[in-house]
């Protein structure tokens, strides 16, 4: 199950020793009905190939990626840096990404094969009652651009926006999420300004956030060769 984003919890794989036990018919295996820790280190011990490790929480969307759509972007981008003549600047070509920080991690113990690197598993949602979203940009000569904040809340407080690294930006919004509007305001006033020196044209790369891409923004990126 691992391989499908759903490895077993610890309560999940007590709750099918205890229906595997039953469909044997070997209920008096477990005195108090179910089995217990102690029964699952006792099984561990038995079978050093399962271990059990911190999950890592994933995106839905993230975890259905294949591997000829991976293959099918990097293509796509070969292609768009060719055709503007951008293999031999890097300078002007750059990735900007956003990740969201919550309170709560969804992490917890699962079962696993041994050796595995990493135990994704999907979740969906913000949780915890804080988010905050970082947008960070760098482009392929290493230069980077100050990061920007997007905090979950009805206004920006002001005691939020001190500390940071120079130049950071802030912003809020209801869920924390970027949005539309502080997209733009993102590459207006910091990407724009950042690369208003770069010769022409620049390349930014993005994921597929829906933010990403309104009619005002595009245009803006039209306008300025980006």
Known sequence: MKKWGEPVSINEFLNLAKQYASALNKDNLFPSDMPTYDWLRSFLSRHSNLVLKNSTPIDKSRAKVTASQVNEW????????????????????????????????????????????????????????????????????????????????????????????????????????????????????????????LPRPVLLILDGHKSHFTVETLELAVKNEV
């Open 74 to 197: 990097f293509n796509l981008l070969t292609k768009v840096i060719n055709d503007n003549d951008l293999a031999n600047r890097p300078g002007q070509i750059y990735n900007a990404d956003d990740t969201g920080f919550s309170d709560t991690t969804g992490s917890s113990k699962v079962l696993v094969h041994r050796g595995t690197s990493n135990a994704y598993k999907i979740e969906g949602g913000t949780g915890g009652k804080s988010f905050t979203s970082v947008l960070i940009c760098a482009s392929a000569t290493g230069h980077m651009l100050a990061p920007f904040v997007v905090y979950r809340s009805k206004r920006l407080f002001q005691e939020g926006c001190m500390g940071g690294p120079l130049n950071t930006g802030f912003s809020n919004t209801d869920s924390g999420w970027m949005e539309n509007k502080i997209f733009y305001e993102w590459f207006q006033e910091m990407f724009l300004e950042a690369t208003k020196h």
